[in-house]
């Protein structure tokens, strides 16, 4: 090999060593920038971290102390976004952002503050500016005194250098590790969880009140009025009977109709087959069901699974205008796997008023997947994964 190659040959067939660049190019000039800025950052950083700290630690005795200090930690974040976006620049350091804050979704002020206050990023982002004071003057001297006074090795000084910044940047401004962002995505996934259980509970309340509850109290009236007359007029309190005795049908079949909503005692007993086949028969179309299981899943997936169903089944009355739909259900590994298909007008969005942002979410709040298929003009095809858990009877 000859001196003047740009690269190393390996004999044992691993990549080549990256090639050498000149002294002074566009990188070591940005390398170069990087390193001058570093001051004026690090000051900046340093005097904010300090303030934040001292001011907001002080007054956590107080009643603004704590929203202080969580503003403050959603300032550092800022920071942090600022200087990832200062090394993606100049360096070419490419670092994942972090997961926003759920902030604004569920809970009330105190989860807020809370959720604000317990950030590792910011804290992280914290550390970084106070820890990086000594060196950002450091290297703005170094780099400041190099290009009067060490010309010819700058570069490489500026190149060692940046790789120390380089390494702080990914240890303390990326993302720590995917646990932190599957725990943001959790903490974000419980404010959709909770909002689906109270408005689930608002409608069983409702479907009480306006269905079984009055028809009950009907019957009492009627029942009452009967009383009366059973003396006075025995024919008119035998007719009186014979409507409460309907009534009583009415009410019965409505409270079945609303358990059966809740959680349908055929799902219970025969598993999914059974259930989604007595679904299927309630659509306004003609339904083919296929389940493929060698077991039943836990009984909460089998639950979630049944209602997705339940629902796409639903909007395939509604919506569809389709002549003919199916429903396959069957496993893969660790996944529950559902879709549905109906040979409708297809066009269905997750963004429209038909339900499937919704079903999404609740998906998604379990770690499960919704993928929806539906040009103009049909076929509509939605595929949903839920996880597999093995049921413990």
């Known amino acids: 090999m000859t001196a003047s190659s740009s690269a190393v040959d390996r004999t044992d067939g691993t990549d080549r060593l990256p090639p050498l660049r000149p002294a002074y190019d566009a990188h070591t000039w940005k390398e170069i920038a990087y390193l001058l800025l570093n001051l004026p950052m690090t000051v900046f950083g340093f005097v904010y971290a300090i303030t934040t700290l001292s001011v907001g630690g002080a007054l956590t005795i107080t009643v603004i102390g704590l929203p202080l200090l969580a503003l403050s930690l959603l300032g550092s974040r ?36 809370w959720m604000a206050l317990k950030d ?17 003057i450091l290297t703005f001297a170094t780099v400041l005194t190099s290009l009067f006074v060490l010309w010819p090795v700058l570069p490489y000084l500026a190149r060692g250098l940046a790789n120390v910044d380089r ?23 419980r404010g959709v969880v909770v909002d689906t259980a109270a408005a689930d509970l608002r409608r069983i309340e ?4 306006d269905g079984a509850q009055a028809r009950l109290v009907n019957l009492a009236m009627g029942l009452g009025l009967a009383k009366e007359k059973l003396l006075e007029d025995p024919d008119a309190a035998a007719a009186m009977v014979d409507e409460a005795h309907g009534e009583v049908k009415l009410a019965l079949q409505e409270l079945r109709d609303l358990a059966r909503g809740i959680h349908p005692a055929v799902l219970t007993d025969r598993g999914l087959d059974a259930a989604l086949s007595s679904v299927a028969a309630r659509c306004t179309v003609p339904v ?28 395939v009355s509604k919506h569809s205008r389709a002549r003919s739909a199916s429903v396959d259900v069957w496993r893969a590994e660790n996944r529950l796997m559902l879709q549905v298909h109906d040979d409708g007008q297809g066009g269905a969005r997750l963004e429209g008023g038909s339900g499937m942002r919704g079903l999404a979410e609740r998906l998604g709040a379990v770690d499960g997947l919704f993928v929806l298929d539906s040009p103009a003009g049909g076929p509509t095809v939605v595929t949903a994964e839920l996880p597999w858990r093995d049921r413990t009877e």
């Open 167 to 189: 390494a702080m940047v990914r240890a303390l401004l990326s993302p720590s590790d995917e646990l932190e962002r599957r725990i943001a995505e959790l903490e974000s996934d």
């Open 78 to 113: 800022q920071l942090g976004k600022l200087e990832r976006a200062r090394a993606r620049g100049l360096l070419g350091v490419r670092v994942e952002e972090p997961t926003p804050l759920p902030l604004a979704k569920g809970g009330g002020l105190l989860q807020r503050l």
């Open 288 to 315: 083919k069901v296929t389940v493929d299981l060698a077991a039943r899943p836990a009984a909460a997936i089998e639950g979630i699974a049944y209602f997705t169903v339940s629902e796409l089944l639903q909007n």
């Open 206 to 209: 409702r479907d009480l009140h």
């Open 120 to 136: 590792p990023v910011g804290w992280r982002t914290l550390l970084y500016d106070l820890i990086r004071l000594p060196w950002g």
